[in-house]
């Protein structure tokens, strides 16, 4: 039996920069209120393992999965792509058309691994997230991905894979420790869809026009990282993420992301993966998805 510690490089020590903010609030970067996300070298592991950590931690870190010389060709492509459209770039326009971007997220090493994960064919949503935040721009709330795509199979993972170095304070993503065993205190906000709206309400029609994309609710658990770590226990973890490595984690795992207090853009996709034979959530699959469009809406009377 391996020792759980030949998993993984055990992190010496870890001394976030000071001054880490996420949506504006400052961070407590105490050791028990922040840390290093666990390395998990794929190689090195079973798919067993891999299903233990994951059960464990609610999260893999994978540092160096995919190819650095890929993911640096890609940060490349959609810096020119934001370059040529000025303000005017969508995330959507950047994941858009992105030949080399689908072939890092579609085929080779990432199927593979999730794959190996999942053990058995895989299928992942046609919807690609891009996100490209400047420097000074903010973070994202925290929130777990159910309630955005839980119209199939719970078994889903999330891969965030940043395009270039994305050191602390360019503002990678962060995961909340243990926040996946929280199932039965974030009950409510688990079992919520962020596409049923009111019908009975003034705004209904600009819902079903697409004039609106929420009535109230974004699918945020909390617009306070701060109060929200305290009230849930465990640390932020995050890294000084490097081009090749990924992040994947489940629908129930609470993640937010750091402010890029840099001068450069922050880039990264986050695209999803399950078993082929399990139910998929129809907003996200197709030549186009209806994402959150008028066609993905569930109305009801509260
Ligand atoms: O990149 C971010 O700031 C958020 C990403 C995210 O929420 C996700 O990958 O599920
Ligand atoms: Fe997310």
């Known amino acids: 039996m391996n020792s759980p510690t030949s998993l993984s490089t055990p992190p010496p ?88 971007l689908a072939e890092l997220l579609y085929t080779g090493r990432m199927i593979e691994f999730y794959e190996k ?43 965030w894979v940043p395009m270039g170095d994305v050191p602390l304070d360019v503002g990678g993503l962060m995961v909340l420790e243990h926040s996946h065993r929280q199932a039965a205190t974030l009950a409510n906000y688990l079992q919520r869809d962020v596409d049923v709206y009111c019908t009975n309400r003034q ?16 699918g945020r658990l909390s617009s306070d990282p701060v109060s929200l770590r305290a009230k849930l226990g465990g640390r932020w973890l995050s890294t000084n993420f490097q081009a090749g490595d990924v992040l994947t984690f489940g629908m129930g795992t609470v993640h937010a992301s750091l402010d890029n207090r840099s001068n450069r853009f922050r880039l990264s996709s986050d695209s999803r993966y399950q078993l082929a034979s399990e139910p998929a959530d129809e907003r996200w699959i197709g030549a186009n998805p209806i994402a959150h469009g008028p066609a993905g809406k569930i109305g009801k009377i509260c």
């Open 13 to 100: 020590t870890f001394t976030p920069p000071s001054g880490l903010t996420s949506l504006g609030l400052a961070l407590d970067l105490a050791p028990q209120a922040f840390g290093e996300l666990r390395a998990t070298h794929e190689a090195q592991v079973t798919p067993a393992e891999l299903r233990e950590r994951m059960l464990e931690d609610g999260y893999l870190y994978l540092p160096g999965l995919l190819d650095r010389e890929q993911v640096l060709n890609i940060q490349r492509l959609v810096t020119e792509r934001i370059a040529q459209g000025g303000n005017s770039h969508s995330s959507h326009d950047l994941a858009q058309n992105n030949a080399p």
């Open 117 to 159: 994960l999942l053990g058995g064919p895989v299928k992942h949503f046609d919807h690609t997230w891009f996100r490209a935040v400047a420097g000074g721009g903010s973070g994202t709330y925290p929130h777990c991905d159910i309630v955005y795509m839980g119209r199939g199979t719970f078994n889903l993972c999330t891969a």
């Open 203 to 218: 705004d209904a029609p600009d819902i079903e026009s697409g004039a609106k994309t929420w009535q109230d609710w974004d």
